[in-house]
């Protein structure tokens, strides 16, 4: 799933799930992120997709959601670590 150099998303969609519970709300300076009473975002789809996808906001964005300063590499290394700890409370 992961590398040194790319996040290779499988689009599990967990994060979509979770976003109430992972705080990303709070960190969508865009507005477009809200989580319904479950926890999930409420531009989940109930196939499992994104309802907003070509214009979603840059926080579901691996490489634009991370500061212009930071290097990609280190961008997708935060989403590793973002997708690692959903993967956890999806399981708690």
């Not at 040194?4 to 689009?11: E, W």
């Not at 926080?59 to 670590?81: D, G, H, L, N, Q």
Request: with cysteine.
């Amino acid at each position: 799933m992961l590398g040194p150099d790319h996040f290779r998303c499988n689009r599990c969609g967990i994060c979509c799930r979770l976003v109430g519970k992972l705080g990303i709300p709070a960190w969508d300076r865009e507005g477009k992120v809200k989580a319904r009473p479950d926890g999930a975002c409420v531009n989940l789809t109930t196939s499992g997709d994104c309802a907003i996808y070509e214009t979603r906001p840059r926080i579901c964005r691996v490489k634009e959601s991370a500061p212009r300063w930071m290097p990609t590499r280190a961008a997708y290394r935060i989403t590793e670590a973002i997708c690692w700890v959903a993967q956890k409370v999806k399981a708690a």
